[in-house]
């Protein structure tokens, strides 16, 4: 086992002159720190709705706060003045400068269904080396001249997707209404799944691409091919889709002017009420990230998509009873449509239909308002009313003849998905800017006051400390002897299951302090909403770990303004990947500062590289099989990295050993993991970690950092 020195006051005469002490307070440690570990539970509150509801309402306070601060435009003036902020905002948030051109897309044609009123044309291109979307082209019957082209976009329909009898009957309709209707599998459903797990490549977030940005940047693709083809006048283009096809929908027609006419259908929302309605529901666990956009609601409600898509003609479909859409929100976005719309002088390009008949998806209603729409806007027939839909046969989704890729071949995305990520990773080449922290992992709070009353004849005492307005996290102080030093400890599984780990008590022995916290999402503050904390936290373009890491060093702060640790060294100690990763951005917080408290820090099963995250081989694998069908779309098939620890953008700033090095102090870390969360040898660690961080790998609890510690107050 190699240990590389840290400090020259760790020798071996200390060791051995602390040997005997230890050895003989061992009996009386056994039985004074049941004693103790007692102590410290009976300070526990434990962790109740109350103080799940406190970490929660934080968040939702400060998207609210956010949200309110936008300045929706009025008049055409003003979106003319905003649009190109807006949209470059937007581009950014998507990861869309992060991915290729959309082209070339090889496309070549498969199949041929002659339906007699119209073709469908079964179409193969590719989007990134090695994924290949297959796609459908609905064609009328002996067309002469170039007809309006549209885009439908499947929303998370994971099993039939684009062959969903809904979605046919719409493309069929409108290909004997006169149009040319391109639709296609998103990743990760119908002949491209099933799979869930690509609609979450989290780990494209490291390279500043987002779920919704694989999203737009197909949907590009699409624009691309459809405009490709002689049938197509490439001036009347209009898209649809429902669900994320409808979320979809917005973003492409609100960045890209191609898109003539936009019907997006029951993907509407006011994004404070539809983040409060997901609160309950776990944001469905973040099973998909579509919506997840980085920083999107600090510039951009639903109203600044209307902004961007106007004065282009728009018609908003709702459900009148839908979850995840609420209708009171979709009326809201509706009547700010139309005053803006108004205001430009075409108040007859803004439409709003309401179905009280179904709920979320693509029914016939909802079908015949958008007929209408694009017959208006793109055809130059009717008054943009709903157009009845005779009826109208489909074939079963799973049809053989409608497969694109042969039969009992799906394709998933996901191998060319993380193929592509990892051509960014060997790309990029980190600027290290100390300056772009803060854009990467969020602002930092606004501390409030707070005068810390510490109890000198209570060895044992509970601490409340307020670390933001209206949130406070809980900890413990245990003093020893003449406090030589301050031990500030941070558990996975809770402070309390510090106070019996080996370092703990060693450190208690040698008369240093012991301070247990409960960060957010932790202990007392854990929450199990963690797929809508994660959601709500990207989407304010924040790292939940990093708030974490400030509700330590708050704690820090205000235990070394008091007289008793101010002139103490300070170790901080983070227990488990959880507690690693917030010290990680602990150390981070403290390096913009030239006051840090830190004189080290101590890391136990931590991953060690933002880059593991990507390069997890046995995982990944894994995370690329494909479902049979919906009933086991949901397993789980890896042991995926928690998605709070994936910050937007950061590899091409910062990895965590940049981040370690960062305050310029001294550290340990042991039993490093990579991202199959296996060990990590000393000698590979060492080779990223450098020569100021001691690593120490393949060790019991019981045998490991004593020394680092303590001889900070040698």
């Not at 962790?47 to 300045?71: D, F, M, P, W």
Request: aromatic content about 10%; glycine content about 8%; charged content about 25%.
């Amino acid at each position: 086992m190699r240990q590389r020195p840290v400090r020259r006051r760790i020798t071996s005469e200390i060791v051995i002159f602390l040997a005997p002490a230890v050895c003989f307070l061992t009996y009386a440690q056994d039985s004074a720190g049941a004693a103790l570990e007692g102590e410290v539970r009976a300070l526990q509150h434990g962790k109740t709705a109350v103080s799940e509801g406190v970490v929660l309402a934080n968040l939702e306070e400060r998207a609210a706060l956010v949200l309110s601060r936008i300045q929706h435009a009025t008049t055409p003036y003003q979106v003319e003045s905003s649009r190109e902020h807006l949209r470059a905002s937007l581009t950014r948030s998507l990861g869309l400068d992060n991915l290729p051109s959309p082209s070339p897309l090889k496309a070549h044609t498969v199949g041929l269904l002659d339906r007699n009123e119209y073709l469908i044309e079964k179409v193969i291109y590719q989007t990134l080396p090695g994924v290949f979307v297959p796609a459908h082209l609905y064609l009328p019957a002996d067309l002469e001249d170039p007809a309006p082209g549209v885009i439908l976009y499947p929303g998370h329909w994971l099993e039939d997707s684009k062959a969903r009898p809904d979605f046919q009957a719409f493309c069929i309709n409108m290909a004997k209404l006169g149009f040319v209707v391109l639709t296609f599998d998103p990743f990760g459903q119908g002949e491209r799944g099933i799979s869930w797990r690509d609609h979450r490549r989290t780990c494209s977030l490291l390279v500043g691409v987002a779920q919704q940005g694989f999203a737009a940047y197909e949907t590009q693709c699409a624009i691309e091919y459809l405009l490709s083809r002689p049938e197509v006048d490439s001036r009347r283009l209009g898209m649809t889709g429902a669900s994320g096809g409808g979320y979809n929908t917005w973003m492409t027609a609100a960045l890209d002017d191609r898109i003539k006419v936009a019907v997006p259908v029951v993907g509407t929302s006011e994004f404070l009420e539809q983040i409060r309605v997901c609160r309950p529901l776990d944001w469905y666990h973040a099973n998909d990230h579509c919506h997840f956009v980085p920083g999107l609601i600090r510039y951009c409600n639903n109203h600044e998509l209307v902004a961007m898509v106007a004065p282009k003609p728009l018609l908003i479909v709702a459900a009148r009873d839908d979850e995840s859409f609420p209708i009171r929100g979709v009326r809201l976005i509706s009547n700010y449509a139309k005053d803006l719309y108004r205001s430009f002088g075409v108040p007859e390009r803004s439409g709003f239909y309401e179905d009280a008949s179904a709920g979320h998806g693509y029914q016939i209603r909802k079908r015949e308002a958008a007929y209408g729409w694009f017959l208006r806007w793109l055809a130059g027939r009717g008054d943009g009313g709903p157009y009845s839909e005779p009826p109208t046969e489909t074939a079963p989704y799973d049809a053989p003849e409608l497969r694109c890729f042969p039969v009992g071949e799906n394709r998933g995305a996901g191998p060319g998905m993380v193929d592509y990520i990892k051509e960014c990773l060997r790309l990029i080449k980190p600027d290290r800017d100390k300056n772009r922290l803060t854009e990467i992992f969020g602002g930092f709070p606004e501390p409030p006051d707070f005068d810390l009353r510490l109890e000198e004849d209570r060895r044992v005492q509970r601490l409340e400390i307020p670390t933001e307005n209206h949130l406070s996290v809980p900890a413990y102080l245990v003093r020893s002897g003449d406090n030589a030093g301050l031990l500030v400890v941070v558990s996975d599984n809770g402070k309390e299951a510090a106070i019996s780990d080996p370092l703990v008590k060693k450190v208690l022995s040698l008369g240093w302090a012991v301070c247990g916290v409960d960060p957010r999402g932790v202990g007392e503050l854990r929450t199990d909403e963690m797929g809508w904390v994660f959601a709500v936290s990207l989407l304010l373009g924040e790292n939940f770990v990093w708030r974490q890491a400030w509700d330590i060093g708050r704690s820090i702060d205000v235990l070394t303004s008091t007289r008793t640790f101010g002139s103490r060294p300070v170790v901080v100690f983070g227990k488990g990947n959880q507690a690693s990763m917030a010290v990680s951005c602990l150390l981070a917080q403290y390096s913009c500062r030239s006051d840090s408290p830190l004189s080290g820090f101590v890391l136990r099963d931590a991953f060690i590289s933002y880059r593991h995250f990507v390069d997890r081989p046995i995982s990944m694998k894994r995370s690329f099989r494909l479902a049979s069908d919906l009933r086991t779309a949901g397993t789980r098939v890896d042991i995926e990295i928690p998605f709070e620890y994936f910050p937007f953008n950061v590899l091409r700033h910062f990895d965590l050993p940049d981040i370690f090095s960062l305050p310029g102090i001294e550290g340990v870390v042991i039993n490093p993991r990579d991202g199959d969360w296996n060990l990590i040898s000393e000698e590979r660690a060492g080779r990223l970690l450098g020569d100021k961080i001691q690593v120490i790998s393949g060790v019991p609890e019981a045998d490991s950092g004593f020394d680092f510690v303590t001889a900070f107050g040698g």
